[in-house]
């Protein structure tokens, strides 16, 4: 009888690994169609780091003109596409570099890299479910929001951006974490350092909440483990922070020589200048931002419909213009050169209040970036009260990556999120500690942005896989103890 149940267990994780691979393949196939219909010329982001990227690959240099360095981008995605450039795509340092990301033909063979993140997000999500429930049944759902997303935004298929990557390396380092977790050796804080210092050189802001994370575990583990382990994962997890930032170290490095600044980039005065400036919004403009950053079936169903919203409050003219980052009212100041005229607060920003902090900084003979972010803390600092009202709905804003009609992926979009929040509370209520070192880093990922940032969904993308995986977690508890009563039986 046992030899039969193992025989049966045998052949089911068996079923179950063939199906998700075929899952796996059918979202890929419908992510390349996806990429290569309709090919488009990159713009924005995509135009820099494709910049970046080929003077990486033909100079040598991480420069927008191949001559001077910048660090104004994490390197990490530019280094890949740089490699992608040389093995896997005609693009020869003969090619110019301005035209380079309107040639569709060298567009498709630059964006086939995305496929290949997808590949590793599936193969990242399903470790990590497995991890965490010990089987391979239910991990086609656990991957349902990020690979369905993914699969179909064309945002992320069709351009060269720092998202895709830096999804992988966090879900590959949460493996690594629940790992060391279970069974703690030294050689994985090499692996976990590797992989934050590379998640880390990906999106800057894990350059912040690594470190915290890090002494939240030790401090949990401290008080909590009760397992015989207790001081090897703390030694692991305090040499893996020790690790991470030698990781990193040079880059920063190369930084401090080339720039003579030692910070990883220097984006972070221009967000937070931003985030301060938004803070003074009115409290039409602030209720109205659930509106404005709602996807549309809601803003159809339940702003325009039963609040009185309508598009025209968003353009030109209307009560939350300022709200709006694509003005026509704007880019006609810009070209005219009459930057009072601008109306949004991120044209304001980036036009006004920006350039005068520079010149300050730069008369007073102080880093930039560095000025910029303490004249921006100090005005959060003395608009506390409206920096707290403003941050509700900008944690509206961040959930909201799909922004499209689909009703049902909305609703299972918000249900995952309300989950989240659930899973992490009971975590801390009953001290579960594999689900805290699953659920921490995402919920500080979350909160640094609602509190310090613009939080536009791109920056919350690195939680999706979480919260898909959350809400399995849940359903599969639930499942269980339905299964064991009397009311339900299989």
Known sequence: MDERKVKNSFLRN??????????????LILANVNRITNPRPLQKDSAEYLEL?????????????????TNYREPISSFLNAVNIHLFTDIKDSIDVNQLGQNLNLVLQLTQINIFYLFLLY?????????????????????????????????????????????VLFVFSACVLLLINREP????????????????????VFYYLVPIYLFLMISLIWFKDESPFKIQKIKIFALSFLLTFLTILPWQLRNYIYLDDFSLTTRGGTILLLRAEMDQMNSVERVGMFYVFAPEVLKKVIFEKYFGYEKADYLDGGKLQRLNRDLEHDYRAIEA??????????????FISLPILQAEANLKGLDSDQYIKEESLKTIKNNWQSHILTSIPFAWKGLWFY?????VFVLLIGLSYLV??????KSLIYWKIDYLIFFTLPMLVFFFHVLLTHNIPRYILPIVPFISLGLVLFLKEKFSVYRKSNLFKL
Do not use: E
């Open 337 to 350: 050169g009459d930057y009072n005229q601008l109306v949004s607060f991120l044209r304001r920003s980036m």
């Open 53 to 69: 990227s080929y003077h990486l690959a033909f100079n040598k240099t991480f420069s927008y003109d191949g001559v001077i360095p």
């Open 14 to 27: 068996n079923l179950w690994i063939i199906v998700n691979l075929l899952v796996m393949f059918c979202f």
């Open 185 to 204: 050796k030294y050689w994985k804080s090499i692996l976990l350092a590797i992989l934050l210092g590379l998640l880390i050189m990906s999106k800057g």
């Open 123 to 167: 193969i990242g999500i399903w470790w990590l479910h497995f991890i965490l429930t010990g089987s391979h049944s239910w991990m086609i759902f656990s991957a349902f929001i990020p690979m369905t997303y993914f699969s179909i935004s064309t945002t992320y298929l069709k351009n060269l951006l720092s998202d895709l990557p830096s999804i």
């Open 420 to 425: 989240f929040f659930i899973m992490f509370i």
């Open 403 to 407: 922004k499209g009609n689909n009703l």
